[in-house]
């Protein structure tokens, strides 16, 4: 009996660029799905990407791949990438890996778009 490693993902475009919420595992079964998300996107100059990490139950090495990918994509639009409800476990091996950096950790923004404003 094999374990789910799905992955699902909620695309939302808001004013400051993207939002997708990722919900389940981003291993190496299923990251080609976010990277297809991701290409997918039509950027434009300047765009904010929020990743909703609430959701995220597990991400291994080519998850964390995947979202630098992610910070690249966006950096070659003069954009960047935001991450929110991040996993503290996920946030340390970020740290460790040294990729942290690149994102920005926006842990008071609401997980989805709209649903609550300050």
């Given at each position: 009996m094999?374990?789910?490693?799905s992955l699902t993902i909620e695309h939302h475009r808001t004013?400051?660029?993207h939002h997708l919420t990722l919900a389940g595992d981003l291993d190496?079964?299923?990251?080609?799905?976010?990277?297809?998300?991701?290409?997918?996107?039509?950027?434009?100059?300047?765009?904010?990407?929020?990743?909703d990490l609430g959701e995220l139950g597990f991400c291994d090495s080519t998850g964390l791949s995947t979202l630098i990918t992610a910070q690249r994509l966006l950096a070659q639009v003069g954009g960047r990438v935001?991450?929110?409800a991040i996993d503290?476990?996920?946030?340390?091996?970020?740290?460790?890996?040294?990729?942290a950096h690149l994102f920005d950790a926006a842990a008071d923004t609401p997980t989805a778009?709209?649903?609550?404003?300050?």
């Open positions: 094999s374990a789910d490693t004013p400051q660029g190496y079964t299923n990251a080609v799905d976010l990277e297809t998300a991701l290409t997918d996107l039509p950027l434009s100059e300047g765009d904010v990407l929020t990743l935001s991450v929110t503290r476990n996920l946030a340390r091996v970020m740290s460790i890996t040294g990729i778009p709209g649903a609550k404003e300050a």
